[in-house]
């Protein structure tokens, strides 16, 4: 019986061992043939890599977005980088469809796009802002370069290499994970997503370049200046309005650049004056020899039916090229060590090469860098030597601190040296906000600014980049020098600012241009003018032609707003008294108007001291069918108000804002409005997520 039960126990053992190494041999096979999949499968996929220029200039587009699509599903996406590239990697074998898109270019898609196994698939696409078809597509095979990372600011590794790359610190750890980076919201902080360590300025994965602006959570040090927000005046007390124009667009373009990175403005950076001047109107042009036209439109307020609106439009003369006048231009370029990310110094650099472009024979241009010395690297080269302006830009580089000796002296010389008569003598300083050109103290800047311009040297001022715009003192000085402010925030700005209204941006064909308007009493109650908060001017100095203004460039649209409490009207928006001794009375023949508009402005030759007077007088015709300059201006205006949480905003509301706005996207031939509709839908998302939160 033992030893029976020692057999039955010895064979099952014998089963037991056999099984096990059965099932030992088929794991193993199993584990085998998943591994040999998985690897199959890693490299049976393709790549594509997508580069995005612009049509006429050939120049790169960065931060465009390409989407891949399998039929009509997306499957991946990418962001062009600064040179217009993007890699999308671990595309199955097939066909794809491939879609380019970015504000100011019409959207472009290439379909049958085909990936093959372990390849990539090269597209070329030309973005154009009037249609023009992508070039041809290009596939070629590929394999990525692998080299080491040198140990300056750039370098070329994969993807193991990079992710196994040992950081000297915990702030670096961060960053190295997929494109997350610590910034300063305006007194919040935010994690950002793009980049790589912060001391490695530029790495580039499999190819692909990954770049970011890392700003120290107790760095931010941009300036914007407080101001008040127009009220509303009674018309029996202040039947006089008074301001001068102002063509400047940097707070819409600043503000662009902060909700693109998920950061609602402080309210102080929004004047929303800017923000309508910022868009084209379809004004008619000037006649009888006049620099700007004059149009006027009544209507219902839109966020306020109670009240009206009226909208006041100049149109400059535009630019005839063959009859203007010679350029005698002095960039006074920013090139301390904060200069140095791609916003800024590098943006600066091909902005300004867009700008040689436009330059003639006749044309006059110097370059003066200010740091820690200041020198000039470019003596008054004629505008026809591009090479010679481009290599000079090419030799740029950021470094050293920002006290910078005699900059702005300097500059000043040299536009004083080769002075034009009868030309466009203008210094124009391109920083990035954070800068002191040599002098003592921000009066005696203003004090030097001012002097030169009475010799006829304008001062025009470019903001770049971010942490260190000082808003209110950049504003100043462009004021101060009869020049325009703009802040450039990407290539796209850099292109609008320099090339499409080079003409605006260099030339002023009207000097000191002021608006003063009488409200009849019989009609207006209250009214209340929209924006140019910081440019209100007392009454008497309409007719002072001492008293310094806005210039108009050519080509350019200045709208102003009034919103008006008709008399009859219930409604107040003030909190004063009735007077008891002075009555509103208005000549029965003055029963038809509601206000009447003058104008003051001086030529733009240096002897033009004596101003000119224009009247313009408004009817009490309503309009039931706004058009759509008016809609436009009264959107965009609704969207400034909702954006500094106006006490005088009304009912406004941002989807209002899109429905007026979306009237102007048929001619939006360079993609502005449509990139408004998506800074409204953005600040829509934000304020709702900020009203959560609270």
């Known amino acids: ?128 802002t009037d249609g023009v078809q992508l070039d041809a597509v290009m596939i070629t095979e590929y394999y990525a370069p692998l080299k080491d990372a040198d140990t300056k600011s750039r370098g070329t590794i994969d993807r193991e290499n990079f992710q196994h790359k040992a950081a000297k610190k915990m702030s670096g750890v961060l960053p190295a ?62 039947p006089l309005s008074t301001f001068a124009i102002d063509v400047d667009a940097a707070s819409y373009s600043n503000t ?58 100049l149109k400059g003369k535009e630019l005839d090229a063959n009859i203007s006048v010679p350029n005698n231009l002095v960039f006074l370029i920013d090139v301390s060590g904060s200069m140095s990310d791609e916003d800024k110094l590098p943006l600066l650099k091909r902005g300004f090469k867009l700008l040689a472009k436009q330059l003639r024979e006749e044309d006059k241009i110097s370059i003066v860098v200010y740091a820690g010395n200041s020198g000039v690297v470019l003596n008054a080269v004629s505008g026809n030597e591009k090479e010679k302006i481009n290599n000079a830009l090419d030799k740029l580089e950021a470094g050293g601190s920002t006290a910078g000796g005699e900059g702005i002296n300097l500059a000043y010389k040299l536009a004083e040296k ?8 203008r210094v124009i300083l391109a920083t990035d906000g954070d800068f002191n050109v040599g002098l003592s103290s921000e009066n005696e800047l203003k004090t030097l600014i001012e002097e030169k311009r009475s010799h006829g040297i304008y001062l025009s001022v470019l903001g770049f ?75 008497e100095d309409f007719n002072d032609d001492k008293k310094d203004a806005g210039e108009l460039g050519a080509g350019h649209c200045v709208t102003a707003l009034y919103e008006i409490i008709p008399v009859g009207s219930a409604d107040s928006q003030t909190n004063i008294d009735a007077l008891k001794y002075t009555k509103v009375t208005a000549a029965p023949t003055n029963n038809s108007e509601i206000a009447t508009i003058k104008f003051r402005y001086k030529g733009v030759k240096q002897q033009d001291t004596i101003s000119k007077l224009l009247e313009k007088v408004v009817q009490d015709i309503v309009v039931d069918k706004p058009s759509v300059n008016f809609k436009l201006a009264a959107g965009v205006a609704e969207f400034g108000m909702m954006l500094r949480g106006s006490e005088y905003k009304g009912l406004s509301n941002f989807k209002e804002a899109v429905d007026l706005i979306t009237f102007a996207k048929e001619n939006d031939l360079d993609g502005y409005i449509a990139g408004l509709i998506e800074m409204i839908k953005i600040a829509k998302e934000m304020s709702a997520a900020e009203i959560t939160k609270k």
């Open 465 to 539: 980049g971010q942490g260190n715009i000082k808003d209110n003192i950049m504003e100043t000085l462009a004021d101060k020098g009869n020049g325009n402010y703009y802040y450039i925030d990407n290539f796209m700005e850099a292109r609008k600012v320099l090339v499409s209204q080079f003409g605006g941006t260099m030339y002023t064909i009207a000097k000191d241009v002021k608006i003063q308007v009488e409200f009849n009493p019989a009609k207006v109650k209250e009214y209340r003018l929209i924006g140019y908060d910081n440019r209100l001017l007392n009454a």
């Open 418 to 425: 080769y002075f034009i008569k009868t030309g466009n003598n």
């Open 1 to 128: 019986m033992k030893t029976h039960v020692k057999m039955q126990i010895c064979y099952q053992s014998v089963i037991l061992a056999t099984a096990n190494s059965i099932q030992k041999k088929w794991s193993t096979i199993v584990l085998f043939i998943m591994i040999s999949v998985s690897a199959i499968s890693q490299n049976n996929t393709g790549a594509i890599k997508v580069n995005l220029s612009d049509k006429k200039t050939k120049e790169s587009i960065p931060f465009a977005n390409v989407i891949v699509y399998k039929g009509k599903t997306q499957v991946a996406t990418g962001t062009t980088d600064i040179d217009g590239n993007t890699f999308i990697r671990h595309l199955a074998f097939g066909k794809y469809n491939i879609k380019a898109v970015y504000i100011g270019y019409s959207l472009q898609q290439i379909n049958d796009v085909k990936v093959d196994s372990n390849k990539t698939s090269y597209i070329t696409i030309s973005l154009s």
């Open 256 to 313: 662009r650049r902060m909700l693109n990175q998920g950061i609602l403005p402080p309210k102080e950076a929004i004047r929303i004056e800017e923000f309508i001047n910022y868009f084209k109107y379809n004004y008619p042009l000037p006649k009888e020899n006049k620099p700007f036209s004059i149009s006027t439109e009544y209507a219902v307020c839109p966020w306020n039916k109670e009240h009206t609106l009226l909208q006041v439009g």
């Open 177 to 238: 994970q997929p494109s997350v980076g610590a910034t300063n919201g305006y007194n919040k902080s935010r994690l950002q997503i793009r980049g790589s360590r912060t001391y490695d300025k530029n790495e580039f994965v499999e190819g692909e370049r990954t770049t970011t602006n890392y700003v120290n959570n107790n760095s931010n040090s941009e300036e914007y200046g407080a101001f008040k927000e127009n009220g509303f005046q009674v018309v029996s007390n202040q």
